[in-house]
C-alpha cells in the first residue's frame, strides 16, 4: 500500500525568533506498517512551546530535533492500517509522530481514544499532556493546599487556562496575567479566575500587587523574567513556586538576566522546583478522573486556536504560538 505524505522539517536552527526559512516542507514515501506496527492518517497536531528548545543543537531533557529530519510532538489521527493486535483500522489515536501527514509507528506508543469522552482535540490539549501538567503542576509540585491564593502567568495559554480552573474549581483564589484585554476578559468572564491582567499595562510587581494587595502562596510558572521576579516580591512565607516554562526567554539571543530578587526567596522561606510531565504520569488516573467529570459537566472549559488549511500551516503556527497570539491550545488541523 505505498503511498506519499507531506511532514515539515527543520531545515535550520533558529536564531531567536523562528522565521519560515527555518522549515522545509517535504513530500515523502509513506511505508507499509510492519509487524506490531500501525499506519496513522493524522487529523490534529499540536504545536507546544518546548518545541522551540528541541530547535537548538543543546542537551536537554528530550534530544533535539535533527536536522534535515522531520519534526515530532503531539498528534492524534485515524489508524488506516494496522498489523497490530488489539488495534484495528479506523481507531483514534494519540502519538508523538506530529508534523506529518502520515505516521507509522509501533502500536504500543498508539493510545487510544474514546470520542464519545470529548472531541478528539480535547486529548492533545485539556485531557492530555497539557492538562496533566496543569494539574500535577498544582497538587504535586507546587502542594497546593486549603486556602492557597495562586496566581498563573500565561493564564490564557493552554497549560494556564487549565491551571486557574482547576485551582479555582478546588475553591482558591486565582490571579491571572495574559497578554491582551481580549484574553483578560475571557479568564474574568468564562474561566472563573477571580482577578487577571494584561502585563502591557505597567510593570508586572505592580499590577500583581494591584491584583492580590496581600500576597499570593502559589505561583505557577509558564513566562520567567519579569513574571517569575514579580511573583518572588509577593510571595507570602512558606510560598510555592511551580516552575513549568519560561516562554519569555525561548527566543533570547543573550541569557536573560535572572530574577534581581531571589535574595528574598530566603527570607520568604520560598520553596521554587521545576517539573516536568514525563514523570508525573502514575497521576494520570486522578487527573482523568477529576477534570474528566468536570469537562463533562461544563464546569471547565478548553479553549482552542484551530488552524485550518493543512500541515503547510504548521510552521506559522507555531511562530504564533511563541508571540503569543492563540489562546488555549494552538492545534493545527492537516486532514479532516
Known amino acids: 500500500m505505498s503511498q506519499t505524505g507531506r511532514e515539515i522539517q527543520l531545515a535550520a536552527r533558529p536564531h531567536g525568533e523562528p522565521t519560515p526559512d527555518d522549515f522545509r516542507l517535504v513530500e515523502v514515501e509513506v511505508p ?3 509487524d506490531g506496527q500501525v499506519l496513522v492518517r493524522n487529523l490534529l497536531m499540536s504545536v507546544d512551546p518546548y518545541m522551540r528548545g528541541r530547535m537548538n543543537d543543546v542537551p536537554s531533557y528530550v534530544p533535539p530535533f535533527k536536522l534535515d529530519k522531520a519534526l515530532a510532538g503531539a498528534a492524534v489521527g485515524e489508524v488506516i492500517a494496522s498489523r497490530a493486535d488489539g488495534v484495528e483500522e479506523g481507531a483514534l489515536v494519540v502519538h508523538d509522530r506530529g508534523w506529518r501527514e502520515y505516521a507509522v509507528l509501533d502500536a504500543r506508543y498508539a493510545h487510544r481514544i474514546d470520542r464519545s469522552i470529548a472531541p478528539p482535540s480535547a486529548f492533545l490539549g ?5 492538562g496533566l501538567t496543569a494539574y500535577a503542576g498544582l497538587l504535586d509540585v507546587a502542594g497546593l493546599r486549603e486556602g492557597d491564593v495562586v496566581f498563573v502567568s500565561g493564564a490564557a495559554g493552554a497549560v494556564g487556562s487549565v491551571a486557574g480552573q482547576i485551582a479555582k474549581l478546588r475553591g482558591h483564589t486565582v490571579i491571572g496575567s495574559a ?3 481580549e484574553k483578560v476578559a475571557l479568564l474574568r468572564d468564562q474561566l472563573g479566575f477571580d482577578a487577571a491582567f494584561d502585563y502591557h499595562d505597567g510593570r508586572v510587581s505592580k499590577l500583581l500587587r494591584a491584583a492580590a494587595p496581600d500576597g499570593i502562596d502559589v505561583y ?3 513566562v520567567g523574567g519579569e513574571h517569575l521576579e514579580a511573583a518572588i516580591g509577593s510571595l507570602r512565607r512558606y510560598g510555592r513556586i511551580a516552575l513549568c516554562g519560561a516562554i519569555s526567554s525561548y527566543n533570547a539571543t543573550e541569557p536573560p538576566a535572572g530574577p534581581r530578587n531571589m535574595h528574598m526567596a530566603i527570607g520568604k522561606r520560598l520553596t521554587m522546583r521545576g517539573f516536568i510531565v514525563f514523570d508525573h504520569h502514575d497521576r494520570r488516573p486522578d487527573f482523568e478522573r477529576e477534570v474528566g467529570s468536570w469537562l463533562r459537566e461544563g464546569r471547565l472549559h478548553a479553549p482552542e486556536t484551530i488552524v485550518e488549511g493543512g500541515i503547510e500551516q504548521a ?6 504560538l511563541l508571540r503569543g497570539t492563540n489562546t488555549g491550545k494552538m492545534l493545527v488541523r492537516l486532514q479532516s
Open 179 to 181: 497578554g491582551s484585554p
Open 32 to 34: 507499509d506498517p510492519q
Open 315 to 320: 510552521p506559522q503556527a507555531f511562530i504564533d
Open 220 to 222: 505557577f510558572d509558564n
Open 126 to 130: 485539556v485531557l492530555g499532556s497539557t
